[in-house]
């Protein structure tokens, strides 16, 4: 059973366009969601995480809109540039105190093209 | 180390034969988690640990997979009479449970290929 849906699967944007990739998760105990950044042979890195309490969180160039009762949040990147093509992969945990486990999308792996 | 180190980096191996991949979490890092990254997919959920314990590993897909931690640091991931459909990257994390708002941190991961 996938909990956490993600889309699109690829996406190509222009320089300086926004990116958007949109994810869907089914429990709705989930309450911590966070979004990675993975560059070809590393590990995944932590980019920007939100809990639902809030319907939107930007750091930089990057903000996470949620919609609690649509259960479904996505990542944006505005200006986007071409360091910021790498897998996006959305996650949903319960609770963020060192003892969840992630469920992880599928990833999405943004091209930004000059 | 600053990170989350594996070993071995990759790791060729014929059908059949058992492996055993490490992961150094950072260090005064409690929580160790084990995820296996297939091609194309998303990162699947393997094993929890706490400490030396491991109170969820619902993630092994079957008896052949084993992990353990010893002196709540150095963890293995041992997958016996390996399959093809074993060949992934398998990635360690970990976190602190000292402070709410914990940080996930993956290593490299360690890319098996079972040939």
């Known amino acids: 059973q996938q909990q956490v849906k993600q889309s699109p699967q690829s996406l190509i944007v222009q320089k300086g366009g926004i990116s958007i990739i949109n994810c869907a998760y089914e429990n709705t105990a989930f309450d911590y969601f966070p979004w990675y950044q993975q560059f070809p042979g590393k590990g995944p890195a932590l980019l920007i995480a939100i809990r639902p309490d809030v319907s939107e969180k930007k750091e930089g160039r990057f903000t996470i809109s949620f919609n609690k009762s649509a259960k479904q949040f996505s990542l944006h990147i505005m200006d986007s540039q071409p360091g910021d093509s790498a897998t996006y992969f959305c996650a949903a945990s319960i609770g963020n105190f060192g003892n969840e486990k992630l469920t992880f999308g599928t990833g999405t792996r943004l091209t930004i093209i000059p | 180390g600053a990170g989350v180190s594996q070993s071995p980096s990759n790791k060729v191996t014929e059908k059949g034969k058992d492996v055993e991949l490490r992961c150094d979490p950072i260090?005064?890092?409690?929580?160790l988690y084990w995820y296996r990254q297939s091609l194309g997919q998303g990162l699947e959920f393997l094993i929890y640990f706490q400490g030396n314990s491991a109170p969820d590993k619902s993630g092994l897909p079957s008896d052949r997979f084993s992990a353990e931690r010893t002196g709540g640091s150095v963890s293995t991931l041992t997958i016996q009479r390996t399959q093809q459909e074993d060949s992934a990257v398998y990635l360690c994390?970990?976190?602190?449970?000292?402070?709410?708002?914990?940080?996930?941190?993956f290593g490299e991961g360690s890319w098996l290929t079972v040939v």
């Open positions: 260090s005064g890092h409690t929580a």
């Open positions: 994390a970990s976190s602190s449970d000292r402070s709410s708002g914990n940080t996930i941190y």
